[in-house]
Nanobody, 121 residues
C-alpha cells in the first residue's frame, strides 16, 4: 500500500514563492514518472508539471518559466518550486506518481489528497 503526502501549501501574496513537497511511502519497488496537478475553484483538474525517473521535465504553458519540478529519488520525494505566483495559480495541488509495488509490479497510478495554495492579497 502506497501513500503520497503533499506539504507546503498555504497563503502567499502575488509575486511570492512557495515550495511544495510530496513524499511517497510504502512498499515501493520503483517510481517512474511523478507530477503535479491542480484544480482551481470552478475549474477542471489540469496538469502542472511532470518529471520522469531520468529527470526529464514537462510544464503546462501557464506555469512554464515560473515553476520548477524536481525530485529526490533517495527520499521518494517530488518538489514543485513556484515563483512569481499569480492569483490564477490558486488551487488544490495534487501529487501524482506511477509506482511499481510488489503487488502491482507493472506499475500503478497513485494520488495524494492535495494541498491548498492560495495566492491573494
Amino acid at each position: 500500500q502506497v501513500q503520497l503526502v503533499e506539504s507546503g501549501g498555504g497563503l502567499v501574496q502575488p509575486g511570492g514563492s512557495l515550495r511544495l513537497s510530496c513524499a511517497a511511502s510504502g512498499s515501493i519497488l520503483y517510481i517512474n514518472d511523478m507530477g503535479w496537478y491542480r484544480q482551481g475553484p470552478g475549474k477542471q483538474r489540469e496538469l502542472v508539471a511532470t518529471i520522469s525517473s531520468g529527470g526529464r521535465t514537462k510544464y503546462a504553458d501557464s506555469v512554464n518559466g515560473r515553476f520548477t519540478i524536481s525530485r529526490d529519488n533517495s527520499k521518494n520525494t517530488v518538489y514543485l518550486q513556484m515563483n512569481s505566483l499569480e492569483p490564477e495559480d490558486t488551487a488544490v495541488y495534487y501529487c501524482n506518481a506511477r509506482i511499481a509495488t510488489p503487488t502491482y509490479a507493472r506499475g500503478m497510478d497513485y494520488w495524494g489528497k492535495g494541498t491548498l495554495v492560495t495566492v491573494s492579497l
